[in-house]
């Protein structure tokens, strides 16, 4: 998986594209002279809550009365209220997933197409088994697709209280853990791999 670390991440979410292209020009304006865009990224919901492969995702994302405690560090410890994010953009190998059967899809995935219910007996290589939050800890997604009609797939945006949830997570894809790969890693491929710190906001007031 190909690391692509930048020095500094913007996400930008709106309700309308016109509102997050205008604030994100203003926000390359106030960083004149101090930071140049390298990468930009537009992404947009998919069916409610699908991703590109047509699953539900996040299905295992605590409530939002727990996310917190999922994604952010503790008081007490340096960083207090912020969060540890991986972001990585996936490509999807769209020939070869819609040449699957649903059912072929769905052990792939290790959960049902329409409705998201985890297999009783998920293979050990569904993206499911291969990185199951009850053994490696709990993270908070908001994954969304980017991407044309072409050429597309996913970014993951996972946020974390422990950056090792989210590396192990990454080794138990890749087949590092268990010598058995993620069997979604077949028809999709990573682009890019970055993780990043987010401040709390009272730190960042701090800041200015």
């Known amino acids: 998986m190909p690391s692509t670390q930048h020095d500094a991440l913007v996400w930008l979410s709106g309700s309308a594209y016109d509102v997050v292209f205008d604030m994100a ?13 390298v990468e930009e990224t537009s992404s947009w919901p998919y069916r409610h809550d699908r991703d590109l492969t047509g ?4 299905s ?8 917190p405690t999922a994604a952010l560090l503790p008081e007490g410890v340096p960083g207090a209220a912020g969060s540890v994010l991986l972001l990585q953009k996936w490509k999807h190998k ?6 699957l059967t649903i059912d072929q899809q769905e052990r792939t995935i290790g959960r049902t197409k329409p409705k998201s219910i985890e297999l009783e007996n ?4 569904s993206h499911v088994a291969r990185t199951d939050q009850d053994e490696f ?7 969304m697709p980017y991407g044309t009609v072409h050429d597309h797939g996913t970014v993951f945006v996972g946020f974390s209280a422990d950056q090792k949830r989210l590396s192990r997570m990454l080794d138990s894809m890749a087949g590092l853990i268990t010598g058995t790969r993620d069997a979604l890693t077949r028809f999709t491929r990573p682009l890019t791999g970055s993780y990043y710190f987010v401040p709390s906001v009272e730190s960042l007031r701090r800041l200015r």
């Open 94 to 99: 769209v020939a070869e997933w819609e040449t």
């Open 55 to 58: 699953f539900i995702d996040g």
């Open 60 to 67: 295992e994302n605590p409530t939002l009365l727990e996310a």
């Open 137 to 143: 800890g709990k993270i908070f997604r908001r994954n």
């Open 25 to 37: 020009r203003s926000v390359i304006q106030d960083l004149t002279g101090q930071a140049s865009l």
């Open 122 to 125: 998920k293979p050990a290589d």
